[in-house]
Every structure is written in structure tokens, then in C-alpha cells.
């Protein structure tokens, strides 16, 4: 069965850095995409950034200029570097991962890991 591993949350200081990572394990043939989506206390889960297995990406306007999400397809791996991070940032945040196997006949189907919690706080 496919599995999503997130990690590298945690707690850090307004204006500080986290890099997420998120690792894909299981029998997977292709990946068409990766991404982060986050949700906050009382929010509804949104789309933070996306990468595709060709390396095309896309940013929420509130992050562009201080996030970079990047993948390591060799190894079924996304990270996202978050920087200046504000309390706004706060949330638990989901990899997202489209994933092509012979279980599904290689047609694609979305997985998520399980989020890890990103807390913003002096």
C-alpha cells in the first residue's frame, strides 16, 4: 500500500525557517504530482504549492516570495523550504502525492499523509 511520510515540523519564532519533507513509499510506478496543502484551527484545507513530475510549479499568493517546494522523483520525495515564516503560517500541514500503480492499473489516485504540525509562536 502506498504511504505518505511528512516531517521536519515543529515550533519556530516569526521570521525563522522550516523545510518539510515528505517521503512516498510503496510499489509505485509514477508520480504526476506532489504537493503541501495546510489547514488552520477552523479553516478549511487549502493548497499551499505543487510540483509536477515535470517540475512545473504553483504557489498560493500568500506564500510566493518565501516558500520553494521541490522534488526528488528519484527518490518519491518532496520538500517544501518555508521562510520568513508568521503566525499566519500556522497550520497542520498535508503532503499530497497522485500516484500511478499496478493496484489502481496505473490510472492515477490521490494519497495523503497524515500532516505534521507547523507552530508559529514566540
Known amino acids: 500500500q502506498v504511504q505518505l511520510v511528512e516531517s521536519g515540523g515543529g515550533l519556530v519564532q516569526p521570521g525563522g525557517s522550516l523545510r518539510l519533507s515528505c517521503a512516498a513509499s510503496?510499489?509505485?510506478?509514477?508520480?504526476?504530482?506532489m504537493g503541501w496543502y495546510r489547514q488552520a484551527q477552523g479553516k478549511e484545507r487549502e493548497v499551499v504549492a505543487t510540483?509536477?513530475?515535470?517540475?512545473?510549479?504553483n504557489y498560493a499568493d500568500s506564500v510566493k516570495g518565501r516558500f520553494t517546494v521541490s522534488s526528488d522523483n528519484t527518490k518519491n520525495t518532496v520538500y517544501l523550504q518555508m521562510n520568513s515564516l508568521n503566525p499566519e503560517d500556522t497550520a497542520v500541514y498535508y503532503c499530497?502525492?497522485?500516484?500511478?500503480?499496478?493496484?489502481?492499473?496505473?490510472?492515477?489516485?490521490?494519497?495523503w499523509g497524515k500532516g505534521t504540525l507547523v507552530n508559529v509562536s514566540s
Open positions: 510503496g510499489v509505485i510506478f509514477s508520480m504526476d504530482a
Open positions: 510540483i509536477t513530475s515535470g517540475g512545473s510549479t
Open positions: 499530497n502525492a497522485v500516484v500511478r500503480s499496478v493496484r489502481t492499473s496505473y490510472l492515477p489516485r490521490p494519497y
